[in-house]
């Protein structure tokens, strides 16, 4: 059997801008994407604190060391610059991997650089 677990967490990320006319996803600072082992275009679900919205989109790379945390096209409309967000990202492991798996949590200031990117528990 196979189960989802949550794999790595951006969290605490400030909305830095929210587009509605973008096509779709999120925009986030590579240097956020590269310490959560997140890819482009790879799904990820997104927890806004502020409002309890949640929605499902895709990772996009922005600019690096930008701090960008850009929500684009419908789900521009659940969040507001300032919001701040807790981006999840899932994976699918076999029953014998579970004992040895240990989630990323990453842990950001208010300007979106990284506070902690150590590994434990989420």
Known sequence: MRRMLC?????????TD???????????????LDAAGIHDYEQV?????NTGARFDTFAMRGKRGSGQVVVNGAAARVVA????LIIFCYSSYEEDE?????????????TNQIRDDGRRTA
Do not use: C, K, M, W
């Open 7 to 15: 794999r790595a967490r951006i969290h605490r990320a400030t909305v």
């Open 18 to 32: 929210a587009d509605l006319n973008y096509e779709g996803s999120i925009t986030i600072d590579p240097v956020l």
């Open 45 to 49: 679900q997104v927890a806004n604190i």
């Open 81 to 84: 610059p300032g919001d701040i």
């Open 98 to 110: 579970l004992d040895r798996f240990r989630p990323l949590h990453i842990d950001v200031d208010e």
